[in-house]
């Protein structure tokens, strides 16, 4: 089974306190650390593993500068066997349409079974880009994937609803799968992995190869366009309790005491 | 005059609150634009929800097919992008769900409309979509504006529109014909599973230690436990703790586990995605404990701390035992 993954280079923001650069249309990305984007982390393991139970090959794709390119090392030293990164200058402002449009242009050359995404990506959360990805190569595709069975033929999956409710459907190959967290357990790299992994080949290829014109990618060729970024506005503010952690510690459990809850 | 489309979400014989949530802002926009708000609903024998979406709506356009039965993204697309062809509607509204994710862009595809998704809000600025949403993990708001276009679809994020009561609209339902000649070919609806519980009800506990990312690794839950045993309570948590497999899905709180309203929950390392917050907002009283200042938690929490939470949980649970130790 050929599987094709399509991941994303993205900051990690969960945890990290972020700030809106001058532009006010970004944020300042200079201390940030990036890496693969949470979801295609589990993407790029169910490819792996697809691969290791049916044979075939793994290609993972990324639209993204230079730097990306360690989120591409790091499919590689996974177990993928070949990376591609798609690049361009003109590429910057691409919201998920776009980056459907440019990933499809190399993929609609590609012998596949399966191409999978993450669910959403981290930093904007479009939520789009396997499901128009499909819709560009006019293949079926399944959202928030929680399980795959497959013969070959068609895929079995699970996919998962609201509150803990899950469906299975079915699906026929070629499709696109975007893969929600926690459908496995993605596995740790051997430093003897990551190694071999520098020494294999990354495919870059710009604008003018994939065949695509400037007015369809970029902000020119998306169906959104950041206008302004700003701080949430706040509904209610948490008091905050301030001290040593011996004070704030005494400060918690007299509000217990105060509401009969110790 | 033109409509504003509300796809209605439905499962398992219920209309699901997005739709309703999504009607009520759908009202909102028809009156600005002047336009009338239609809600579209596809199903199998869903006459009693036609009427009432009726209640809701100006019109009711109904299609009934028992290939509309279940969701079917493939199935909903060829009826909706033909109603969306024929009627020419401003906007279409889809929820920001399970099931709209697998509907609305390639939805968007096949018809070459611009869509914006999980929106908290919609105005139109000189007949163009502008919407807000937000970025990386809730700590950015971002307002966006659509290309100029005819005709736009957003989905919209859940549990972010209060639903309005206002009088009954007695909308006219519509029975439209199925353009469905052929089988659903390419996706199959099977079944709904629920998976099954395994003995934790954290619906029902009082006391609730909820614990997120800031947790770092499996081996530290233990002393998590030991404080939330020390309260009397029970261990929850949000999504990702489950993704790792450090938790049963049964502990998680948010929009893909559960809704909880217990009468502590105390958030350690939790940054307070939407998803979570959605699940947890309600609880009588929110402590929350987060390295970061800016962590969207603070913004539902009545009480926050800006501290690693492996300073404050183990003098807490002390402090705590020495109040219980005195009532004794």
Same mark, same amino acid.
């Given at each position: 089974?050929?599987v094709?993954?399509?991941?994303?280079?993205?900051?990690?923001?969960a945890e990290?306190?972020?700030?809106?650069?001058?532009t006010?249309?970004?944020?300042?990305?200079?201390?940030?650390?990036?890496?693969?984007?949470?979801?295609?982390?589990?993407?790029?393991?169910?490819?792996?593993?697809?691969?290791?139970?049916?044979?075939?090959?793994?290609?993972?794709?990324?639209?993204?500068?230079?730097?990306?390119?360690?989120?591409?090392?790091k499919?590689?030293?996974?177990?993928?066997? @070949?990376?591609?990164?798609?690049?361009?200058?003109?590429?910057?402002?691409?919201?998920g349409?776009?980056i459907?449009?440019?990933?499809?242009?190399?993929?609609?050359?590609?012998?596949?079974?399966?191409?999978?995404?993450?669910?959403?990506?981290?930093?904007?959360?479009?939520?789009?880009?396997?499901?128009?990805?499909?819709?560009?190569?006019?293949i079926?595709?399944?959202?928030?994937? &929680?399980k795959?069975?497959?013969?070959? #033929?068609?895929?079995?999956?699970?996919?998962?609803?609201?509150?803990?409710?899950?469906?299975?459907?079915?699906?026929?190959?070629?499709?696109?799968?975007?893969? /929600?967290?926690?459908?496995?357990?993605?596995? =740790?790299?051997?430093?003897m992995?990551?190694r071999?992994? *520098?020494?294999?080949?990354?495919?870059?290829?710009?604008?003018?190869?994939?065949?695509?014109?400037?007015?369809?990618?970029?902000?020119?060729?998306?169906?959104?366009?950041?206008?302004?970024?700003?701080?949430?506005?706040? #509904?209610?503010?948490?008091?905050?309790?301030?001290?040593?952690?011996?004070?704030?510690?005494?400060?918690?459990?007299?509000?217990?005491?105060?509401?009969?809850?110790? | *005059?033109?409509?504003?489309?509300?796809?209605?979400?439905?499962?398992?014989?219920? %209309?699901?609150?997005? +739709?309703?949530? *999504?009607?009520?802002?759908?009202?909102?926009?028809?009156?600005?634009?002047?336009?009338?708000?239609?809600?579209?609903?596809?199903?199998?024998?869903v006459?009693?929800?036609? @009427?009432?979406?009726?209640d809701?709506?100006?019109?009711?356009?109904?299609? $009934?097919?028992?290939?509309?039965?279940?969701?079917?993204s493939?199935?909903? /697309?060829?009826?909706?992008?033909?109603?969306?062809? $024929?009627?020419?509607?401003?906007?279409?509204l889809?929820?920001?769900?399970?099931?709209?994710?697998?509907?609305?862009p390639?939805?968007?595809?096949s018809?070459?409309?611009?869509?914006?998704?999980?929106?908290?809000?919609?105005?139109?600025e000189?007949? +163009?979509l502008?919407? +807000?949403?937000?970025?990386?993990?809730?700590?950015?708001n971002?307002?966006?504006?659509?290309?100029?276009?005819e005709? =736009?679809?957003?989905?919209?994020?859940?549990?972010?529109?209060?639903?309005? &009561?206002?009088?009954?609209?007695?909308?006219?339902?519509?029975?439209?014909?199925?353009?469905?000649?052929e #089988?659903?070919t390419?996706?199959?609806? %099977?079944?709904?599973?629920l998976?099954?519980?395994?003995?934790?009800?954290?619906?029902?506990?009082?006391?609730?230690?909820?614990?997120?990312?800031?947790i770092?690794?499996?081996?530290?839950?233990?002393l998590?436990?030991?404080?939330?045993?020390?309260?009397?309570?029970?261990?929850?948590?949000?999504?990702?703790?489950?993704?790792?497999?450090?938790l049963?899905?049964?502990?998680?709180?948010?929009?893909?586990?559960?809704?909880?309203?217990? @009468?502590?929950?105390?958030?350690?390392?939790?940054?307070?995605?939407?998803q979570?917050?959605?699940?947890?907002?309600?609880?009588?009283?929110?402590?929350?404990?987060?390295?970061?200042? &800016?962590?969207?938690?603070?913004?539902?929490?009545?009480?926050?701390?800006?501290?690693?939470?492996? &300073?404050?949980?183990p003098?807490l649970?002390?402090k705590?035992? #020495?109040?219980?130790?005195?009532? +004794?």
């Amino acid at each position: 089974m050929d599987v094709i993954v399509c991941v994303k280079h993205i900051p990690e923001t969960a945890e990290t306190d972020i700030k809106i650069d001058n532009t006010g249309k970004a944020i300042e990305k200079n201390d940030l650390v990036f890496g693969i984007n949470e979801w295609d982390d589990y993407a790029l393991e169910e490819a792996v593993r697809l691969k290791e139970k049916f044979g075939g090959t793994v290609t993972a794709i990324t639209v993204g500068s230079e730097d990306a390119e360690s989120t591409l090392r790091k499919c590689l030293a996974r177990g993928a066997d @070949k990376a591609i990164r798609l690049t361009d200058p003109k590429f910057e402002g691409s919201d998920g349409y776009a980056i459907a449009k440019i990933l499809s242009k190399v993929i609609k050359d590609f012998p596949f079974n399966l191409i999978l995404t993450g669910a959403q990506a981290g930093d904007d959360g479009y939520a789009v880009v396997g499901a128009i990805l499909a819709g560009l190569l006019g293949i079926p595709h399944a959202t928030m994937v &929680k399980k795959i069975e497959s013969n070959g #033929e068609v895929a079995k999956l699970s996919r998962e609803l609201e509150g803990g409710l899950e469906e299975i459907v079915e699906v026929k190959l070629p499709a696109v799968l975007a893969i /929600q967290t926690g459908i496995n357990e993605p596995r =740790y790299v051997s430093i003897m992995g990551t190694r071999k992994a *520098m020494q294999k080949e990354i495919k870059v290829i710009g604008l003018a190869e994939l065949g695509l014109s400037e007015n369809e990618v970029g902000e020119a060729g998306s169906w959104i366009k950041i206008e302004k970024m700003y701080a949430p506005p706040i #509904e209610k503010q948490a008091e905050f309790l301030k001290g040593s952690p011996e004070e704030i510690a005494s400060k918690i459990a007299e509000i217990l005491k105060a509401r009969g809850l110790v | *005059m033109r409509e504003i489309f509300v796809l209605t979400e439905h499962r398992q014989k219920q %209309i699901r609150d997005i +739709t309703f949530e *999504m009607l009520t802002k759908g009202k909102e926009l028809a009156d600005k634009t002047n336009t009338e708000l239609t809600a579209v609903l596809f199903g199998k024998d869903v006459g009693n929800h036609a @009427k009432t979406l009726s209640d809701h709506a100006k019109k009711v356009l109904l299609v $009934e097919d028992a290939k509309l039965e279940n969701f079917n993204s493939e199935a909903y /697309q060829k009826v909706l992008s033909n109603l969306i062809r $024929e009627r020419k509607p401003l906007l279409t509204l889809i929820g920001h769900t399970s099931f709209g994710v697998d509907l609305a862009p390639s939805l968007a595809v096949s018809l070459d409309v611009p869509l914006a998704t999980d929106c908290i809000d919609l105005e139109f600025e000189n007949g +163009t979509l502008t919407v +807000t949403r937000q970025m990386y993990s809730g700590k950015v708001n971002v307002k966006a504006v659509l290309r100029n276009a005819e005709s =736009y679809i957003a989905t919209i994020r859940q549990a972010t529109f209060p639903v309005k &009561k206002e009088a009954p609209m007695n909308g006219e339902i519509i029975e439209v014909p199925s353009p469905l000649s052929e #089988e659903i070919t390419k996706k199959r609806f %099977i079944e709904y599973v629920l998976p099954p519980p395994r003995g934790v009800d954290i619906t029902a506990a009082e006391v609730l230690v909820g614990i997120g990312r800031g947790i770092k690794d499996v081996g530290n839950i233990p002393l998590v436990e030991e404080l939330a045993t020390t309260l009397g309570g029970t261990l929850a948590c949000s999504r990702p703790i489950v993704d790792k497999g450090w938790l049963p899905n049964d502990r998680q709180v948010g929009s893909s586990g559960k809704t909880i309203k217990p @009468k502590l929950y105390f958030a350690l390392g939790i940054s307070g995605a939407f998803q979570h917050i959605v699940g947890m907002k309600n609880s009588e009283l929110i402590i929350a404990v987060n390295k970061d200042p &800016k962590a969207p938690i603070f913004g539902v929490a009545d009480y926050g701390v800006i501290e690693d939470l492996f &300073k404050i949980v183990p003098p807490l649970k002390s402090k705590i035992n #020495e109040l219980k130790g005195q009532k +004794t």
